[in-house]
C-alpha cells in the first residue's frame, strides 16, 4: 500500500459514489488503487469492490444471532469490523504499490463516532492514512449548512486526528458562481459570518463569532476541494493532495509513475 483514503461523511453525501469514481479516475490515470468496502449494511454498491467487509460480516446473522433490528444490527457490525482487521490486512498485503480506497458505513456515526474507528484506521493502513470527509454541495451551499459540516468535519477530525480534505461534493447540482463563493467563505471566514449573519437575522451573535473565530485558528477553515463524482470532476485536486502527504510531492509520484 502506498496510501489509504478513508472516505466518511454524513449518509447521502455520495460516498460510495465517490469511492467508484474516483478509483475509475485513478484508473485511467494509470495508477494502481483497490476500493475497499467497510460498509457491512451495503445493499447496493456504485463499483466492484477488491475486498469487501460482507463476505466477512452478514447483517441478517448478527440480527438472529442477538435478535436484533437492522439498525441495531449495522452498530455490533460496526464494531465487529476491528475484529476482522486482520483478515483486510492480509487481504491488503497482496496490493504493494496499490492506493486503497475505503468505502465507510453509510450513516456517519458507525464509522466517526463508534469507540474502535480510529484502531481500525491504524490497523489498516499505520501511518499512510487520510481522511476525505464528503459534504453536500446543496447543503453546503447555504451559510447554516456549510459552518454545520465544517463543524462536523472538526469533530471528525478530534476522533481520528490524521491528514483530512473537506470535499465539496455534487457540485454538478450548485452553479461554478456558488462554488466560487463558497471558497471564498474559505478564504474570508468574516464574509461567511456577514452572510450567515443575513441568512439568519437575529441569532446569539458572540456563540457565532466565537466559532468561525475557532475555525480560523484552528485549521478547520482551511481548503474544500470542490467535486463532482457524477462528472468525474475535481479528482485531480484530491489526488495531488494525497500525493502531497504519502509521498512529499508530486514529482516522487511521476517517478512512481514510470517505474
Ligand atoms: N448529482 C450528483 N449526485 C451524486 C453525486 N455523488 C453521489 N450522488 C448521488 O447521491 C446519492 C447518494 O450517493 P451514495 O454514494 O450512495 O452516498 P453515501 O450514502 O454517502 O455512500 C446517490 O443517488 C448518488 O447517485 C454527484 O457528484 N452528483
Ligand atoms: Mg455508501
Same mark, same amino acid.
Given at each position: 500500500?502506498?496510501?489509504?483514503?478513508?472516505?466518511?461523511?454524513?449518509?447521502?453525501?455520495?460516498?460510495?459514489?465517490?469511492?467508484?469514481?474516483?478509483? #475509475?479516475?485513478? =484508473?485511467?490515470?494509470?495508477?494502481?488503487?483497490?476500493?475497499?468496502?467497510?460498509?457491512?449494511? +451495503?445493499?447496493?454498491?456504485? &463499483?466492484?469492490?477488491? %475486498? *469487501?467487509?460482507?463476505?466477512?460480516?452478514?447483517?441478517?446473522?448478527?440480527?438472529?444471532? &442477538?435478535?436484533? @433490528?437492522?439498525?441495531? +444490527?449495522?452498530?455490533?457490525?460496526? #464494531?465487529?469490523?476491528?475484529?476482522?482487521?486482520?483478515?483486510?490486512? $492480509?487481504?491488503?498485503?497482496?496490493?504493494? *504499490? &496499490?492506493?486503497? %480506497?475505503?468505502?465507510?458505513?453509510?450513516?456517519?456515526?458507525?464509522?466517526?463516532?463508534?469507540?474502535?474507528?480510529?484502531?481500525?484506521?491504524?490497523?489498516?493502513? @499505520?501511518?499512510? @492514512?487520510?481522511?476525505?470527509?464528503?459534504?453536500?454541495?446543496?447543503?453546503?451551499?447555504?451559510?447554516?449548512?456549510?459552518?454545520?459540516?465544517?463543524?462536523?468535519? @472538526?469533530?471528525?477530525?478530534?476522533?481520528? &486526528?490524521?491528514?483530512?480534505?473537506? =470535499?465539496?461534493?455534487?457540485?454538478?447540482?450548485?452553479?461554478? *458562481?456558488?462554488?466560487?463563493? !463558497?471558497?471564498?467563505?474559505?478564504?474570508?471566514?468574516?464574509?461567511?459570518?456577514?452572510?450567515?449573519?443575513?441568512?439568519?437575522?437575529?441569532?446569539?451573535? *458572540?456563540?457565532?463569532?466565537?466559532?468561525?473565530? +475557532?475555525?480560523?485558528?484552528?485549521? %478547520?477553515?482551511?481548503?474544500?476541494?470542490?467535486?463532482?463524482?457524477? $462528472?468525474?470532476?475535481?479528482?485531480? $485536486? !484530491?489526488?495531488? $493532495?494525497?500525493?502531497?502527504?504519502?509521498?512529499?510531492?508530486?514529482?516522487? #509520484?511521476?517517478?512512481?509513475?514510470?517505474?
Amino acid at each position: 500500500m502506498i496510501g489509504s483514503l478513508f472516505v466518511t461523511g454524513p449518509a447521502g453525501t455520495g460516498k460510495s459514489t465517490f469511492c467508484g469514481a474516483f478509483k #475509475d479516475w485513478l =484508473v485511467q490515470n494509470d495508477y494502481d488503487v483497490i476500493v475497499v468496502n467497510l460498509d457491512p449494511g +451495503a445493499e447496493y454498491l456504485p &463499483y466492484q469492490p477488491d %475486498i *469487501d467487509i460482507r463476505e466477512m460480516i452478514s447483517l441478517n446473522d448478527i440480527m438472529s444471532q &442477538y435478535s436484533l @433490528g437492522p439498525n441495531g +444490527a449495522q452498530i455490533v457490525a460496526s #464494531d465487529l469490523i476491528i475484529d476482522n482487521a486482520q483478515k483486510i490486512k $492480509d487481504k491488503l498485503d497482496l496490493y504493494e *504499490d &496499490y492506493y486503497v %480506497i475505503f468505502d465507510t458505513p453509510g450513516q456517519i456515526e458507525l464509522f466517526a463516532f463508534r469507540p474502535g474507528s480510529p484502531l481500525i484506521v491504524e490497523a489498516l493502513a @499505520g501511518k499512510m @492514512g487520510m481522511l476525505a470527509f464528503i459534504s453536500d454541495a446543496i447543503l453546503s451551499n447555504m451559510p447554516s449548512g456549510f459552518i454545520s459540516q465544517k463543524m462536523l468535519f @472538526g469533530s471528525v477530525f478530534s476522533r481520528f &486526528y490524521v491528514p483530512m480534505i473537506f =470535499v465539496l461534493n455534487k457540485i454538478d447540482l450548485i452553479g461554478a *458562481d456558488d462554488v466560487e463563493k !463558497i471558497k471564498n467563505w474559505e478564504e474570508y471566514p468574516d464574509l461567511l459570518y456577514d452572510e450567515f449573519e443575513n441568512e439568519k437575522g437575529e441569532m446569539s451573535k *458572540d456563540y457565532f463569532l466565537n466559532v468561525i473565530n +475557532a475555525f480560523k485558528q484552528s485549521d %478547520i477553515i482551511n481548503k474544500v476541494s470542490p467535486v463532482s463524482s457524477k $462528472d468525474m470532476f475535481g479528482f485531480d $485536486d !484530491i489526488y495531488s $493532495d494525497m500525493a502531497n502527504y504519502f509521498q512529499g510531492g508530486e514529482d516522487t #509520484d511521476t517517478g512512481y509513475k514510470e517505474e
